[in-house]
């Protein structure tokens, strides 16, 4: 067996780790969110440091976000010590977020104005900007924003938001700040897109056990959680992919930036995949489709009458999906196995022409259904095999990804 590469997130273990991120936080009510936006930015790993408009600490201490970010805060652009240290903070940023962003401060991006030391950082970086704006829904509706908006837009700026519910007006509309972990997932897309390996490739990614009718109420499925497919569509989204991620029924958040498609049975997701692979770059079967479905799905519910002592439900085969896909770009398939994994990975890698297998043992500690973490064996169609350590699902998705990359590149 060859020994296996260094797993790596590109070089991190954390989704943000080694990224210097800046938040700059203006004057709104929702300014208090950002204190949770701020620590999630440094659970995901960034570096983070805070500027502040004089609005802004308004409403939210200075002393919040310096103990957040382990930082000093810079808001005076005028003071000695800050005014030296505002085009060095610029210069520091991989990625500049604005959360939450006044209408005020969108119109002094837009104009190139520079009032605040907020203002003054987005016009002096190079890095990526994030906007999360925060507003009464009239002044976000108002033509003025509007207009101020397409610029920034124009211009590359990334947005976030505003989500649509109650204002702190007590009106209803458009103005809300995006939620926290929406802003993480947004900056994460925007990072990948701009400095990812996958910007502009298409990946397709499938999770989930698909469920088979057997009448109106019941169906045959299975354990899988969709995890780990869901791991790998973060992923690829963070290296700058365009990501379809086609799920079975599952309880899991759809990652920020990704397509997602919901089928329920194996035929539907064959559909759906087919749709989606016509001009996809990569396809990465990791749901769990049925073998087998009921031959045929009762219309009514199948009563539990008073003579009945058994039931048998006749199962036909499903398609096998991704052995009946044609093409889709570098293709890669997952066994799920108890025993003889390298026998039944390898058989499969053939019968499906695949060009990776990642294959698991579904009863080993760490790495079953349901579970954060996997250990797998990466099998190549050129032969080789590669034992990967239990790691997170994450950087499990990562590590097939660093696969795909090296056969698209070659
Ligand atoms: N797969 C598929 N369509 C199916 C069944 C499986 O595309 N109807 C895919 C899975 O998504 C996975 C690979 O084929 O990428 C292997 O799935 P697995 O369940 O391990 O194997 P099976 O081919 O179903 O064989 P067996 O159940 O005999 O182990």
Redesign the pocket.
């Known amino acids: 067996m060859a020994e296996p590469e260094p797993i790596v997130l590109q070089g991190r273990t954390l989704p943000l780790e080694g990224r210097h991120v800046v938040l700059g936080v203006t004057g709104s009510i929702a300014a208090y969110k950002a204190a949770d936006l701020a620590s999630k930015l440094r659970q995901a790993g960034a570096e983070l440091e805070v500027v502040m408009t004089p609005a802004a600490t308004r409403f939210v201490t200075p002393l919040t976000f310096q103990s957040l970010s382990a930082r000093p805060v810079v808001i005076d652009m005028f003071s000695a010590a800050e005014a030296e240290a505002h085009v060095e903070v610029a210069r520091r940023a991989d990625a500049l977020v604005i959360a939450p962003a006044t209408a005020d401060c969108i119109a002094h991006l837009a104009s190139g104005a520079t009032p605040n030391m907020v203002t003054l950082t987005a016009l002096a970086t190079t890095a990526p900007v994030l906007i999360a704006p925060a507003m009464d829904n009239q002044m976000w509706e108002h033509p003025a924003t509007r207009a101020n908006v397409e610029i920034l837009r124009a211009r590359g700026v990334a947005i976030v938001g505003p989500a649509s519910g109650r204002l702190a007006s007590g009106r209803t509309g458009p103005g809300r700040l995006s939620e926290p972990v929406e802003i993480v997932g947004a900056l994460r897309a925007l990072l990948g897109a701009t400095s990812g390996d996958f910007a502009g490739r298409h990946v397709v990614v ?1 999770a989930g056990g698909t469920r088979e009718a057997i009448d109106p109420v019941r169906y045959v499925g299975n354990h899988s959680t969709g995890m780990m497919g869901f791991a790998i569509a973060e992923a690829a989204r963070d290296r700058g992919a365009r990501v379809t991620l086609v799920t079975a029924p599952v309880a899991l958040d759809t990652p920020v930036g990704v397509e997602r498609v919901d089928v329920t049975s ?1 035929e539907q997701m ?1 559909a759906a995949l087919a749709a989606a692979t016509t001009e996809s770059d990569a396809i990465i ?7 087998f479905r009921p031959a045929a799905a009762a219309t009514q519910k199948i009563k539990k009458t008073d003579d009945r002592v058994d039931m048998t439900v006749e199962m036909v085969k ?8 044609a093409g889709g770009g570098v293709r ?6 108890t025993e003889n994994l390298a026998d ?1 990975a390898r058989a ?1 890698l053939t ?2 022409r ?1 060009d990776l ?1 990642v294959a698991n043992d579904v009863t080993a500690a760490g790495s079953g259904f349901g579970t954060e973490t996997n250990e797998v064996v990466i099998f190549h169609a050129s032969g080789e095999s590669e034992a990967l350590p239990l790691m997170s699902k994450l950087a499990v998705g990562h590590a097939i990804l660093d696969r795909v990359a090296k056969l698209l590149r070659a």
């Open positions: 499938s194996a064959l079967m990791s749901a769990a489709p049925a073998d499903n398609p096998d999906i991704i052995a009946t896909l890669v398939g997952f066994a799920a196995e039944f499969k019968a499906k695949l297998i």
